[in-house]
């Protein structure tokens, strides 16, 4: 992971702990209130279409434009279960 985007970036989402935003080229760069966010590679060069914290912002779901979705953990910074739907998500 890095400390910072090598891409263009087109989604984020907040919520009160995290923020977290997603680049062209399938990284998600994940801070917390304090902190520079770390960028995580989630997708290997598919672009990053959506993100949404769950209620309590433990868990990030990640999706990109061919048809993945990934759960994420925002305070480990892992993900946790990766799903291929048939169409983009």
């Known amino acids: ?18 923020v977290a935003a997603g680049d062209d080229k399938g990284n998600v760069a994940l801070g917390g209130a304090t902190g520079k966010p770390t960028v995580w590679p989630v997708f290997d060069g598919a672009p990053v279409t ?24 925002a305070k480990e910074g892992k993900a946790l279960h990766r799903v291929k739907r048939p169409a983009w998500v």
């Open 1 to 18: 992971p890095s400390s910072d985007h090598q891409a263009a970036v087109k989604s984020w989402a907040a919520c009160p702990d995290h």
């Open 50 to 73: 959506g993100l949404s914290f769950n209620a309590t912002g433990s868990r990030l779901a990640v999706t990109d434009n061919t048809g993945w979705l990934v759960l994420w953990d």
